[in-house]
């Protein structure tokens, strides 16, 4: 019997002595994923090579609407490069709505640019008029409107240009998990209307349950809606899950541009749980709220200026008839140990690698 209980025992603790050190593991994995995207972008590793830039070309950028600073920050980044090409370039606001989207479209269509930049908003919505200027042989590139990185053919699409979605939405899940010390209670905050938000918000769900974390709550709400809905919600989600909600994962910064009242009124401080992480894009206000530990912690940033020198790069090569670079920008989990570094005069992540310069270079410039 006392040999029986020994051996138990030993089991037990063997047992227990394995789950700690998983959980250590799990803990180091994740940390250094963190790391990884963590510290300074100062090497240019995109193209060095590209058509020479064609001449006195007029684009539309279709934005999806821009009050997404995600979206405002691609759109200035498209206008510097093409100042640099010589292009001109005409901004059409979608202003959050389906409708005013189709009406953007249907604007640019009458306008018979030579290029479309898609900008944060999901191609198959706007389906006829993909086809539209597909027909008319329009060169289209993308930012945001699915969730593949390059070439969406069906949709007309010669490069969406975006970081890696997967990377970013492991980055902001592990980051969470280490946080929480591995016991992280989680709302993940989406939006359906959108493929590559849906895309994002499965793959944190995946990674925090693979970890050994809890998902509390998947909430779908339309990222255009969040100054009507946020305020509400974050109250309601307090009242239900109350200390069980240590953070919040989001697909994009917006979420947080509203949650701060509702939690201040909850007695909750700057700093305190629920910690919000998000997805994306490293707007010019989730740096501040970072800055100053008002509300956010985290943003897994994209270099949004440089996506638009991207964007103008993608397009040229699509007018001169060639294939896409397959240059895949880097991205950059902000927190306020590094908010100081690799931020441009814009606020926003923006790497000291010389994309300007190369691109400049490339182009024959």
């Known amino acids: 019997m006392l040999h029986s209980m020994i051996r138990t025992g030993a089991v037990v603790a063997g047992l227990a002595f394995g789950l700690a050190s998983a959980h250590a593991d799990s ?14 972008v100062d090497k240019w590793d995109g193209p060095t090579t590209a058509p020479k830039i064609a001449k006195g070309k007029t684009i539309v ?23 640099a090409a010589g292009w001109t370039v005409r901004t059409l606001d979608g202003a959050g709505s389906v409708s005013g989207r189709t009406a953007a479209f249907g604007q640019a269509m009458t306008l018979k640019p ?21 027909a008319a042989k329009i060169p289209m590139v993308s930012w ?34 280490v946080d929480a010390k591995g016991k992280p209670g989680v709302i993940i905050f989406t939006d359906s209307t959108y493929e590559i938000a849906i895309a994002k918000a499965k793959k944190m769900k995946e990674v925090i349950e693979a970890l050994g974390g809890k998902v509390l709550e998947w909430v ?10 946020m305020p509400q919600l974050t109250t309601s989600l307090l009242q239900k899950h109350g200390a069980a909600w240590t953070h919040s994962l989001a697909i994009n910064d917006l979420y947080y541009d509203f949650m701060a009242p509702s939690l201040s009124a909850a007695g909750i401080k700057g700093t305190g749980a629920p910690i919000n992480v998000a997805a994306g894009d490293g707007s010019e206000s989730a740096y501040q709220r970072i800055r100053s530990g ?35 920008s880097p991205l950059h989990v902000v927190t306020k ?29």
């Open 27 to 40: 803990l180091a994995d994740a940390n250094a994923f963190v790391g990884k995207y963590a510290s300074k």
């Open 114 to 134: 030579d290029g479309l930049v898609i900008c944060g908003f999901d191609a198959v919505e706007q389906k006829p008029g993909m086809e539209a200027a597909k």
């Open 61 to 83: 950028v279709l934005a999806s609407d821009m009050k997404n600073g995600g979206v405002l920050g691609v759109t200035k980044g498209i206008e510097e490069a093409a100042k």
């Open 337 to 365: 140990a590094n908010v100081e570094f690799d931020g441009g005069p814009t606020n926003t992540f923006d790497p000291g690698n010389g994309y300007r310069d190369a691109y400049k270079k490339a182009w024959g410039l």
């Open 294 to 328: 008002a509300y956010q912690a985290v943003t897994v940033a994209e270099p949004l200026n440089l996506q638009g020198w991207q964007l103008v790069d993608e397009l040229n090569r699509a007018i001169a008839g060639e294939k896409w670079s397959g240059y895949v």
């Open 220 to 229: 779908d709400t339309p990222i255009a809606e969040t100054s009507a809905r």
């Open 144 to 177: 945001h409107a699915a969730p593949v990185i390059g070439p969406v053919p069906e949709a007309g699409v010669f490069a969406n240009v975006t970081t890696d979605p997967m990377a970013v939405s492991t980055a902001a899940a592990n980051w969470a998990f």
